[in-house]
């Protein structure tokens, strides 16, 4: 394929996905600020601590219908950011399948193929790391509390606990929590080393010799023994679902968001990449298979 057309093709594949990356965040961010103001209107503190629902009847039940408006604009912000995600996907599959056609029937090089996976990559990670991945909650239902001689009964969630985070988010909240060390180990990782990754392939992948004094392979490889790293991060997040499992006496609920599988997404194909380096290398070692595709981009 033409060099200038690819470019191009690629510039709308990154305009195309900014922009639906700044509208899921901004849903999310919007489904996580709503979501946590109905788990704190349902929130003990608030409710079972506090004498004014003991004293005044009504009181219950205005914070259960605040909380249903709450509910009702988090589930329209999610919608709306999983359909703009939905696009995202659609987009990132159509550009994918295109050149993956394109490569079998040997109408694109070995190293445009490989810029299209590192694409879709970045897409994935920046969009995986900034949006919610998880929401958590720990609740009690249907409590009948009496407190000195005052009965009262909250029917439906008390909500003890509630957390909605991204990994940023994550992050940010040890950083402001002074767990300085979990913080940074999970800013390297899922942060610095994926991007460090993607960086020298992309350096790798657009340099056309060896380069004897620094081999951006042979940094990629390194950080590549810490992959797993990404996959780590991912179920660390996932190992918090396994609380929904649990019975103690407090009811818990957890349920995954589109961060985790856009994240997921980049696991797999950072995996992929290194197929489409090894074939790289083999070319690079070889200047004889060089195709003229390759020559002309």
């Not at 109905?38 to 629902?53: C, F, G, I, R």
């Not at 056609?101 to 897409?123: A, E, H, M, P």
């Not at 991912?234 to 918090?240: D, G, K, P, Y």
């Not at 797999?268 to 020559?295: C, G, H, M, V, W």
């Amino acid at each position: 394929m033409n060099r200038n057309l690819f470019i191009l093709i690629s510039l709308i594949f990154f305009a195309l996905n900014c922009f639906l990356g700044i509208i899921i965040h901004a849903k999310f961010n919007k489904y996580q600020r709503y979501k946590v103001a109905y788990a704190s209107e349902l929130n003990m503190q608030k409710t079972v601590l506090d004498y004014k629902d003991y004293i005044i009847p009504s009181e219950w039940e205005n914070s259960k219908k605040t909380a249903r408006d709450y509910f009702k604009k988090a589930t329209k912000a999610k919608t709306i950011g999983n359909n703009n995600g939905l696009i995202s996907v659609t987009s990132i599959v159509i550009y994918g399948l295109l050149f993956f056609l394109f490569y079998r029937k040997k109408k694109v090089s070995v190293k445009q193929f490989g810029l299209v996976v590192l694409n879709i990559s970045l897409v994935l990670l920046v969009i995986g790391i900034t949006i919610p991945m998880l929401e958590f909650g720990a609740f009690l239902k249907n409590q009948n509390i009496s407190i000195a001689g005052i009965s009262k009964s909250f029917d439906g969630k008390v909500y003890l606990l509630f957390q909605c985070k991204s990994i940023m988010g994550v992050i940010q909240t040890l950083f402001q929590n002074n767990n300085f060390i979990v913080a940074f180990a999970l800013f390297t990782f899922s942060v610095i080393f994926p991007f460090s990754k993607l960086i020298l392939f992309y350096y790798y992948l657009l340099s056309n010799k060896m380069d004897k004094k620094f081999n951006p392979l042979k940094v990629a490889s390194y950080l590549g023994k810490y992959s797993m790293a990404d996959v780590f991060v991912a179920s660390t997040f996932l190992a918090f679902l396994s609380f929904s499992s649990l019975d103690f006496g407090i009811k818990t609920e957890s349920t995954t968001l589109l961060g985790l599988y856009f994240f997921l997404g980049y696991c797999i194909l950072s995996i992929a990449t290194y197929f489409i380096i090894q074939k790289k290398i083999r070319i690079k070692e070889n200047p004889k298979t060089i195709s003229s595709l390759d020559e002309k981009f």
